[in-house]
Every structure is written in structure tokens, then in C-alpha cells.
């Protein structure tokens, strides 16, 4: 196991709706990572979070917001929910400024389905 | 064009056999490269990073051609748990491109 926690494990909600999802960090590292993953693609890049800033966004729109706290742990908000935001979202964690600072550590996921 | 591009699969092998997925990435200044493998309803789990130099883990090995920019990964006399869908990943500027996986089926 990774040691990257995430809850809940399961969310339906419907459209227009908002969403808190949430990541705890393996012990020791120090930045997070969120991805969403459609049924049959890969997951795709959503942001990520080192020392409780934004460290790079993917292509997707401000209604997908974040945070990280003191202790590095992460929460992904989507507001005004839609359709297509139905999928699994992972968060990763890992250690920037190390020499292993590019390898990331998936938590089991969040699967969300709105209606 | 997508960041990185994958062969869906699947690939159908029996058991023993040696199997190869190749990866193509878009951006000449991606800075690492990793193949993860990810069971069906599962997360993602690293399988490694893929350096310039090539680099082997058991029956497994990873190439970084950045010249022609793709990566590679060879596994060898393969098992039934090798069963499994496999993501390669590109990083440029610290945002993760993962492909859209290859598919592998092991067959006794």
C-alpha cells in the first residue's frame, strides 16, 4: 500500500451540485496531485499542490478548485456539478525536491457519479 | 494531438511469452517519463521510471528514445498477474500526461 488515504470512497450527487473530496499524503511527502479518470481513458492531470500553493493546472475550468494544508494533506472542490464530471478522481502524492521528486503514489480513489 | 499516445490493445499473449508497448509523447521538453500498471477498478501503481540509459527491474525494462520521443516497455516471460492495463507518463513543467493505457491479456 502507498499510504495515500482517500474519502470518501464513494459520492453520487446531482448536477449543479458542489463537491469536497479529500487526500491524505504518504507519510513524508510533501506534494499532491489530483486527477480525473473517465471510465476506459487515463487519468488526466488536474493540478497540483506543493507547500499549499498551485504548482501546475491541467485543462480544466476554475470550478474545479483546491487546497493544501499545513500538513500536506489535499481537498479537490468542484462546484455547479455536471454530467460529465461522473469518474474516478485520484490523488498522488510525492516528495518535489528530492531526486524522486517526479514519482507519485496513487490513493484507491474517490468515485463520483452525479446525476 | 494528444500529450501521449498508447496502443489501447489489447494484447492477447500466452504465458512466457515476451510482450513490448511502445508510447508516444508530443513535447520534446518533457523532463521524466514512468510506466505505471493499473488493474481493472483499481489506482494506478508505478511500475518505474524510464531513463535515457534504459533500466531493468526483474523481467521488465524500460526505454527512453527522446530523440524519436517515445518509451518503451518490455516484459519478458510474462505471468497471468501480469495482467493488467499499462499507462505510460509524461512530465513537462510538473503536469503529469498519462496515456490512455495499453491492455494486456496473459492466457495460460
Known amino acids: 500500500e502507498t499510504g495515500v488515504t482517500q474519502s470518501p470512497t464513494h459520492l453520487i450527487k446531482t448536477r449543479g451540485q458542489q463537491v469536497t473530496l479529500r487526500c491524505s499524503s504518504q507519510?513524508?511527502?510533501?506534494?499532491v496531485s489530483w486527477y480525473q479518470q473517465a471510465l476506459g481513458q487515463g487519468p488526466q492531470f488536474i493540478f497540483q499542490?506543493?507547500?499549499?500553493?498551485?504548482?501546475g493546472r491541467g485543462n480544466f475550468p476554475p470550478r474545479f478548485s483546491g487546497l493544501q494544508f499545513p500538513n500536506y494533506s489535499s481537498e479537490l472542490n468542484v462546484n455547479a456539478l455536471e454530467l460529465d464530471d461522473s469518474a474516478l478522481y485520484l490523488c498522488?502524492?510525492?516528495?518535489?525536491?528530492?531526486?524522486?521528486?517526479?514519482?507519485?503514489?496513487f490513493g484507491p480513489g474517490t468515485r463520483l457519479t452525479v446525476l | 494531438r494528444k500529450e501521449v499516445e498508447q496502443d489501447p490493445g489489447p494484447f492477447n499473449v500466452p504465458e512466457g511469452a515476451t510482450v513490448a508497448f511502445n508510447c508516444t509523447y508530443s513535447?520534446?521538453?518533457?523532463?521524466?517519463f514512468f510506466w505505471y500498471r493499473q488493474d481493472c477498478r483499481k489506482e494506478p501503481k508505478l511500475l518505474m521510471s524510464?531513463?535515457?540509459s534504459g533500466n531493468e527491474d526483474g523481467r521488465f525494462t524500460a526505454q527512453l528514445n527522446r530523440a524519436s520521443q517515445y518509451i518503451s516497455l518490455l516484459i519478458r516471460d510474462s505471468k497471468l498477474s501480469d495482467s493488467a492495463t499499462y499507462l505510460c507518463?509524461?512530465?513537462?513543467?510538473?503536469?503529469?500526461?498519462f496515456g490512455s493505457g495499453t491492455k494486456l491479456n496473459v492466457k495460460p
Open positions: 498522488a502524492s510525492s516528495l518535489v525536491g528530492t531526486s524522486l521528486g517526479d514519482t507519485q503514489y
Open positions: 507519510s513524508g511527502h510533501n506534494t
Open positions: 499542490y506543493y507547500r499549499e500553493e498551485e504548482n
Open positions: 513535447n520534446s521538453a518533457s523532463q521524466s
Open positions: 524510464v531513463y535515457s
Open positions: 507518463v509524461v512530465n513537462n513543467r510538473r503536469k503529469f500526461y
